[in-house]
C-alpha cells in the first residue's frame, strides 16, 4: 500500500471542504442545521477512515474497525448527545485509527493526539471568525495532514542514533589502526 503523504491531504481538505459547503447549502434548506452538520461530521469520519486503513500497510482489523466505527455512530446517531461529544467521539476514532495503523510508539500517538486537538481548535477558530464552513473544514483537514509528518516509531530514530555511534567507533578503530600502521617501522 501506498503511504499517505501531505499533497494527499491538501486534495482531501481541499475535496472535504466544497463537498461539505455544496452538501450544507443543499441539505440545510430540507434539514435543520445541527442534523446537516452531525450528518457532514458523521459521513467525513466515515470516509476519511476508508482512506486511512486504504493507506495503511496492516491489513488486519480492517472490517472490525469499521463495524466498530458504524456502530459508534448508530449510538451517536441514537442517543443524540450534546454536540461536543459528539465531535469528541469521532475525533477518537480517527485518532484510534492513526495510533493503530501508522504508529509503533506511545509519543507518536501522542503526538497524533496533540495534532488532533490542535486540528479541533483551529477549525473552532475559523469557524468562529470567519463563519465559513468551507474554511473549518479547510483548516481541519489541513492541520490533519500533517499526521504524516509524526515519526513512526522513535525506535527508529534511536537505531540511528546507535549506529551512528558505532560507525564513529568503528571509524575512530580504523583509524588508529592507519596510524599504528604508518608509524611502525
Known sequence: ???????????????SSFIGSI?????STIVPDGVVIRLLISS????????????????????SVL??????TLFLWLF????????VLNLIAIWLV?????????FSSFADLAL???????????AMNTDSLFLTIWCFFLCQALFVFIPHSLKLQKTTIN????????????EAAVRKLSTYQ
Request: positive net charge.
Open 23 to 27: 452538501g450544507y447549502l443543499a441539505l
Open 44 to 63: 467525513f469520519t466515515g470516509v476519511y477512515l476508508l482512506y486511512l486503513l486504504s493507506r495503511s500497510k496492516d491489513r488486519i482489523g480492517r472490517v
Open 163 to 174: 549506529d551512528a555511534a558505532k560507525f564513529n567507533r568503528a571509524y575512530q578503530t580504523a
Open 98 to 106: 492513526r495510533s493503530m495503523y501508522f504508529y509503533a510508539s506511545l
Open 80 to 87: 443524540w448527545p450534546s454536540f461536543t461529544l459528539f465531535i
Open 1 to 15: 500500500m501506498k503511504s499517505p503523504t501531505f499533497l494527499e491531504g491538501i486534495v482531501i481538505a481541499l475535496i
Open 116 to 126: 488532533t486537538g490542535f486540528s479541533i481548535a483551529i477549525a473552532f477558530w475559523a
Open 67 to 72: 463495524a466498530l466505527w458504524s456502530i459508534l
